[in-house]
Nanobody, 131 residues
Framework: QVPLVESGGDSVQAGGSLRLSCAASGYTYNNMGWFRQVPGKEREGVAAIATGSLPTYYTDSVKGRFTISRDNRNKILYLQMNSLKPEDTGMYYC??????????????????????????WGQGTQVTVSP
């Protein structure tokens, strides 16, 4: 399985916006998600989305500020990040597989499983938010 390719990370000031992209060319995935890692901490799920763009999952700290979306035709996953805060700083990775979720609890379970077992992480894209 070819790792997904993330892009769009940058250094911005607090309050700014970024849009991350993840290219999943060559494969058809169902559930897809964005994960974040800060040095010294475990990788955590930030947002996830099922095949038909519903349901979606957001970790509490990004609700109302981040929006996950997907372009199934071009096999691209996006993360629109608004009102960025310094605590959003980290390396952002995308992950996907053939699992299908039909509810928010189901998608949340998938996020937790991916945090624990996914082993095909790509290079990631760095997001740095300064105060």
């Amino acid at each position: 399985q070819v790792p997904l390719v993330e892009s769009g990370g940058d250094s911005v000031q607090a309050g700014g916006s970024l849009r991350l992209s993840c290219a999943a060319s060559g494969y058809t995935y169902n559930n897809m998600g964005w994960f974040r890692q800060v040095p010294g901490k475990e990788r955590e799920g930030v947002a996830a989305i099922a095949t038909g763009s519903l349901p979606t999952y957001y970790t509490d700290s990004v609700k109302g500020r981040f929006t996950i979306s997907r372009d199934n035709r071009n096999k691209i996953l996006y993360l629109q990040m608004n009102s960025l805060k310094p605590e959003d700083t980290g390396m952002y990775y995308c992950a996907a597989d053939r699992s299908t979720s039909f509810s928010v609890p189901g998608l949340t379970t998938w996020v937790r499983e991916m945090e624990r077992r996914y082993n095909n992480w790509g290079q990631g894209t760095q997001v740095t938010v300064s105060p």
